[in-house]
C-alpha cells in the first residue's frame, strides 16, 4: 500500500494527515499541544482512535510507545551509538522486530524484518515540501508503520519551524 504523510503546519500540536494513493485521508495523526513529552492519537477517516503514541520522558535517547486498545504493541527508539548512520529500533512482543535505517534528514530510509524491506520512505516520490510517500509491503502492519514513521519525523525534525 502507498500512503502520502503531511504535517499539518498552522496545527497547535504535533498533527499529521496521512492519505492513500488516491489522495483520500485514511488517517489523522493528532498531537496534543499542550501536554509533558509528545503525545499523539492515532485516529482512522471516522475519527476512531487505531492508536496512540506517547513519548517515554526518562530514558537514554528519544524513546516512544505505541498502543492500540491499551496494550502495549511497539517501543520505538533511537539508537545512541552507531557510526555514520542514525538507527531507530522498533522493539514489538515477540520475534518481529523492526528496523528502520537510512536518511531520516532527508526522509529516506526502509524498515526492516530480519533484513527483509517491509517499508520504504521516500521524500523523492512527492513534489511537494514537507510531504513524503511510504510504501509498505503486502503483509505488513501499516498502522504501526506509520506511527513508526511519525516518530521518527518527530526525532529527527525535532525543534523546526511550524
Known amino acids: 500500500m502507498q500512503y502520502v504523510m503531511k504535517e499539518k503546519w498552522l496545527a497547535p500540536g504535533n498533527d499529521f494527515a496521512i492519505t492513500d494513493n488516491s489522495g483520500r485521508e ?3 495523526v493528532d498531537g496534543r499541544a499542550f501536554s509533558l513529552g509528545d503525545k499523539l492519537s492515532f485516529r482512522d477517516a ?3 482512535e487505531v492508536a496512540f503514541i506517547r513519548q517515554r520522558l526518562l530514558s537514554w535517547g528519544p524513546t516512544y510507545e505505541v498502543t492500540r486498545d491499551g496494550q502495549h504493541v511497539a517501543t520505538v527508539k533511537k539508537k545512541l551509538f552507531t557510526l555514520l548512520r542514525h538507527r531507530f529500533s522498533v522493539d514489538v512482543p ?8 537510512g536518511d531520516f534528514f ?7 524484518l530480519r533484513d527483509r524491506a517491509v517499508a520504504q520512505v521516500s521524500k523523492r516520490w512527492i ?8 510504501k509498505t509491503a503486502e503483509g505488513a502492519d501499516d498502522i504501526l508503520i506509520l506511527c513508526c514513521a511519525v516518530v521518527i519525523d ?8 511550524h
Open 46 to 48: 471516522g475519527g476512531r
Open 127 to 134: 513534489s511537494l515540501t514537507d510531504s513524503y510517500g511510504i
Open 26 to 28: 485514511v488517517y489523522y
Open 94 to 101: 515477540g520475534p518481529n522486530d523492526l528496523e528502520a535505517k
Open 154 to 161: 518527530l526525532v529527527c525534525h525535532e525543534g523546526k519551524d
Open 106 to 112: 532527508e526522509h529516506e530510509y526502509e524498515f526492516l
